[in-house]
């Protein structure tokens, strides 16, 4: 098992910034690639991006690409989201996932294997 939480979330202006954080624990973090989504009001689930459990590969769906970053630290089982440029838009419950396999380009929320509970993303006008 793997345990997630997040943290971070909260409101801010349009065109600002917030860091948003997954720490786990559990069974090794390290061997997990981790993801993040995002759910908007009445909207599903989608996909923001993922990186694999080296750190050496990251993949992002196309809006959020040069806007956020994905990182991790596997010495503090940290995982990170630096978002930049925010837009109202991007309002959003922020879930962080972990998946044993690296799905490349496509990543599901169906695929996880892990799930955090989520924060909250709020962005004003």
């Known amino acids: 098992q793997v345990q997630l939480v997040e943290s971070g979330g909260g409101l801010v202006q349009a065109g600002g910034s917030l860091r948003l954080s997954c720490v786990a624990s559990g069974r090794t973090f390290s061997s997990y690639n981790m993801a993040w989504f995002r759910q908007a009001p009445g909207k599903e689930r989608a996909f923001v991006a993922a990186i694999s459990w080296s750190g050496d590969y990251t993949y992002y769906a196309g809006s959020m690409k040069g806007r956020f970053t994905i990182s991790r630290d596997n010495a503090k089982n940290t995982g990170y989201l630096q978002m930049n440029s925010l837009k109202p838009e991007d309002t959003a419950v922020y879930y962080c996932?972990?998946?044993?396999?690296?799905?490349?380009?496509?990543?599901?929320?169906?695929?996880?294997?892990?799930w955090g509970k989520g924060t909250l993303v709020t962005v004003s006008s």
């Open positions: 996932a972990a998946s044993r396999i690296l799905y490349g380009t496509s990543w599901y929320d169906y695929d996880m294997d892990y």
